[in-house]
Antibody, heavy 119, light 107 residues
Framework: EVQLLESGGGLVQPGGSLRLSCAAS????????MSWVRQAPGKGLEWVAA????????HYLDSVKGRFTISRDISKNTLYLQMNNLRVEDTAFYYC????????????WGPGTLVAVSS | EIVLTQSPATLSLSPGEGATLSCRAS??????LAWYQQKPGQAPRLLIH???NRATGIPARFSGSGSGTDFTLTISSLEPEDFAVYYC?????????FGGGTKVEIQ
């Protein structure tokens, strides 16, 4: 059974940093592209960043480019999102998601972790 | 950026009725359109991928259709567990985008 579990969320001041982790199990982690998708409380879904199976391809939402970095450690079956210079508008639940084909088509999601940016 | 516009924003229906949800893209997504269901406090669940292919374990009452820029999710007969928010999603071009969602609520 595919399982994804995020951790690392919390309350941070504007300009601060957080690193989210997503522990993956139940599938061959190195084969599938992975993404981070966020959802502000009471709002819709927003794709944030994606990384290829081999970690050679990375894509970012324009509003997070230069501030967020997606990475993966295949030896630990873990996906990361390093978030620097956080803004109030980054406040959201952050989900890691596994792509079934290409990028997108997220067949598995974690339960999410809340990032709250506030002074 | 491809903008996905979902309509209606809210659909008020009774169990047993059919539901038709629309998703319109600002440009062609070449069929790379998916639908997700999200219930309160839960992560989204993939229902349909590549316009019309049901994901594993999804009941046959869910179907997807469309092409180019216009897509539809149809629920043939609503079960109590189908009342939720539905999102469309395109993976044709970067950045990947989602529609704003349609809430299917109990009338």
């Amino acid at each position: 059974e595919v399982q994804l579990l995020e951790s690392g969320g919390g309350l941070v001041q504007p300009g601060g940093s957080l690193r989210l982790s997503c522990a993956a199990s139940g599938f061959t982690f190195s084969v599938y592209a992975m993404s981070w998708v966020r959802q502000a409380p009471g709002k819709g879904l927003e794709w944030v960043a994606a990384i290829g199976g081999g970690a050679d391809v990375k894509h970012y939402l324009d509003s997070v480019k230069g501030r967020f970095t997606i990475s993966r450690d295949i030896s630990k079956n873990t996906l990361y999102l390093q978030m620097n210079n956080l803004r109030v508008e980054d406040t959201a639940f952050y989900y890691c998601a596994m792509s079934l084909r290409g990028y997108g088509d997220y067949g598995a999601w974690g339960p999410g972790t809340l990032v709250a940016v506030s002074s | 950026e491809i903008v996905l516009t979902q309509s209606p924003a809210t659909l008020s229906l009774s169990p047993g009725e059919g539901a038709t949800l629309s998703c319109r893209a600002s440009e062609s997504v070449s069929g790379y359109l998916a639908w997700y269901q999200q219930k309160p406090g839960q992560a989204p669940r993939l229902l349909i991928h590549d316009t019309s292919n049901r994901a594993t374990g999804i009941p046959a009452r869910f179907s997807g259709s469309g092409s180019g820029t216009d897509f539809t999710l149809t629920i043939s007969s609503l079960e109590p567990e189908d009342f939720a928010v539905y999102y469309c999603h395109q993976r044709a071009t970067w950045p990947l985008t989602f529609g704003g969602g349609t809430k299917v609520e109990i009338q």
